[in-house]
């Protein structure tokens, strides 16, 4: 069969001339350099470039120590929507000059609505290339739609100010993202984006990295609302959480206190490669696992969401959310917990924290509520339940004090796969949302996904014509919409236990 010949389209920016191509209706803008920066220092803007940038190639994801979510064994080919030139479209070269940006749009002319992929990976990987394959939610929604790559683990999320004054200014690739949203604002309506419409929306360290965006003074006003998913982070690390981690960095390195300086000449793989191999902390597996943004005092000046939403949070409405097996992505590890039996099921909850009594209690409400679960089921169900959906109940709530409407979702479609261990796993509505629909059964749920979303970022309310009525999030009412093969807008869904086991959060991982 003959390869469609793409069409060569151009865009005329402020920043300068981009190269795309057009298939289908839909432009695609590769690659484009928003910024520049020195090793851990603040990105600065771009020189508008003369000529014209090549945004038919993809640009450059952040070193990291990964493949691609793309070529990933078991969920690859889902994420990719079951396209089989899926991780060819999205292979990146990486490189620490890695400020760049896709743009997907219907046309450079108009005023549509504007909304910002912010990439997962935790804070140490990925990249917006799932973007370059959501050309049909960009034709079916008309959105301009952004895909951002920055910096990651020790170049974008490690914090070195406490040992050299000059790198005081932290949250590099927090920075990295604000610098992103400001050249969205002086440039995407030559893409025919409206500036002054603004949506961010990203799924795991991706939903994290906007919770934290709320909290920056920088990033207030670049933006109108937020999707948070599975990423309700409620806490970012101090300083001092920060300062043991670099002190055992340099350590490792052969530097010594005062040196960080020193970790500019030194390779991003060995950097990464020393971080990677530092003793774990906590219950944590990795110390990757405690990167992310700091409380510096300059760019986060306090914590985000912890006592209270912080006021540049205000007057951002935010559509939030998680998946009900949150767990079983992690678990790959840890067969014994795919074949619990019912006292199996007790003991596990009471190895984490729970008492023999709290715990039978736990499996009796769930068992009676889902009887036609497995105790394996249900442990996954209820590990969300005590972490993250927990964390998105109190960010919704914290939402609702500033006086913002919120709208709460949670994604329960099992997720076929032959040996039954995926579930509605962790990040596993976003390709949907996306209308990359691996599975043809899936094809009505991933319409009201990416119409919700699409809706969400064109007027502030989710409402369409694909999904059921769905009422804003209250503390009264507390209505969710449950996503599944039949969606539909409950009223409080398993109230009573959440707020038992509000009192008895799990500090484990997911």
């Avoid at 620490?96 to 450079?108: F, I, S």
Wanted: glycine share 10%; aromatic share 8%; charged share 20%.
């Amino acid at each position: 069969m003959a390869q469609t010949q793409l069409k060569t389209v151009m865009a005329d920016t402020p920043s300068g001339k981009v190269r795309g191509t057009c298939s289908e209706g839909v432009e695609i803008y590769r690659g484009i350099p928003y910024g520049e920066a020195e090793r851990f220092m603040p990105p600065a803007a771009k020189t508008p470039w003369t000529g014209v940038h090549d945004g038919t190639v993809n640009g450059t994801r952040a070193p990291q120590g990964g493949g691609s979510i793309f070529s990933a064994p078991g969920i690859g080919a889902y994420f990719s929507g079951g396209r089989a030139d899926g991780p060819a479209q999205t292979e990146q070269a990486d490189s620490e000059d890695c400020l760049v940006l896709n743009v997907l749009t219907t046309g450079t002319a108009g005023r549509r609505p504007v909304m910002v992929y912010i990439h997962g990976g935790g804070y140490t990987g990925g990249s917006g290339a799932l973007t370059l394959l959501s050309d049909r939610f960009v034709r079916e929604q008309d959105v301009v739609l952004v895909g951002v790559n920055h910096r990651l683990n020790v170049l974008g999320y490690v914090y070195l100010g406490a040992d050299d004054p000059r790198y005081r200014i932290g949250n590099a690739g927090q920075l990295d993202l604000v610098l992103a949203l400001e050249w969205v604002r002086a440039n995407i309506a030559a893409f025919g984006g409206d500036p002054d419409n603004v949506t961010l929306f990203g799924e795991s360290g991706g939903g994290g990295k906007i919770s934290t965006l709320l909290g920056m003074p920088a990033a207030r006003g670049l933006f109108k609302r937020v999707i948070i998913e599975s990423g309700s982070i409620m806490h970012s690390p101090s300083v001092a959480d920060h300062s043991e981690i670099v002190s055992q960095l340099l350590e490792a390195l052969g530097l010594a206190a005062g040196q960080s300086a020193e970790l500019a000449k030194i390779t991003p793989e060995e950097i990464f490669k020393a971080m990677t191999n530092l003793p774990t902390q906590s219950r944590r597996p990795s110390v990757m696992m405690h990167m992310g943004p700091v409380v510096d005092g300059i760019t986060l000046p306090e914590q985000p969401w912890e006592p209270a939403a912080s006021p540049c949070a205000a007057g951002v409405p935010m559509l939030v959310g998680c998946c009900k097996d949150e767990g079983t992505l992690f678990c790959a590890g840890n067969p014994k917990v795919y074949r619990l039996d019912w006292p199996g099921l007790q003991q596990a909850l009471e190895e984490d924290a729970l008492s023999s009594a709290e715990a039978a209690h736990v499996v009796d409400y769930y068992r009676s509520t889902y009887q036609q679960e497995s105790a394996s089921d249900l442990f996954f169900r209820i590990r969300t339940d005590r972490t993250m959906r927990q964390a998105v109940r109190r960010q919704a709530r914290l939402k609702i004090v500033q006086g913002d409407a919120v709208w709460m979702y949670h994604f329960c479609w099992n997720v076929p796969d032959k040996a039954g261990r995926l579930r509605a796993f962790h990040t596993a509505e976003l390709p949907l949302a996306m209308r990359l629909v691996a599975h043809p059964e899936a094809e009505g749920l991933s319409r009201q996904l990416a119409a919700s979303w699409a809706s969400f970022a064109r007027s502030g309310d989710p409402n369409n014509t694909e999904t059921p009525k769905w009422p804003s999030y209250t503390d009264d009412a507390r209505v969710t919409m449950m996503f599944d093969s039949t969606s539909a807008a409950v009223a409080n869904p398993d109230g009573a236990m959440l707020d038992y086991l509000s009192e008895r959060r799990s500090e484990a991982l997911l």
